[in-house]
């Protein structure tokens, strides 16, 4: 049985992730929104990153952004955690 995202926890989500292992370098991750019928945010960040601390700023990725309404797509990229919507 199919079950879908938006009738878990988030606690039930996070299980069901997966981690992203991915080599140093440029990206462009393109985030849709397929079928949430409300505006949704995301946050992809390095393992043991904190935003409270200035040196992950620097030294960890951090890609974060929102306004994606039902059928909106956006490209974020950077390099080093220095991330903007294209």
């Known amino acids: 049985m199919v079950t879908s995202l938006k009738m878990l926890s988030g606690a039930d989500r996070l299980a069901k992730a997966r981690p992203?292992?991915?080599?140093?370098?440029?990206?462009?991750?393109?985030?849709?929104?397929?079928?949430?019928?409300?505006?949704?945010?995301?946050?992809?960040?390095?393992?043991?990153?904190?935003?409270?601390n200035p040196i992950h700023k620097l030294s960890k990725t951090s890609i974060s952004g929102g306004g994606l309404d039902l059928g909106t797509t956006r490209d974020y990229a950077g390099l080093r955690g220095r991330f903007k919507s294209r």
């Open 20 to 52: 992203l292992m991915l080599k140093p370098g440029s990206y462009i991750s393109r985030v849709t929104n397929k079928n949430a019928p409300y505006t949704l945010g995301f946050w992809l960040l390095s393992e043991g990153y904190s935003p409270f």
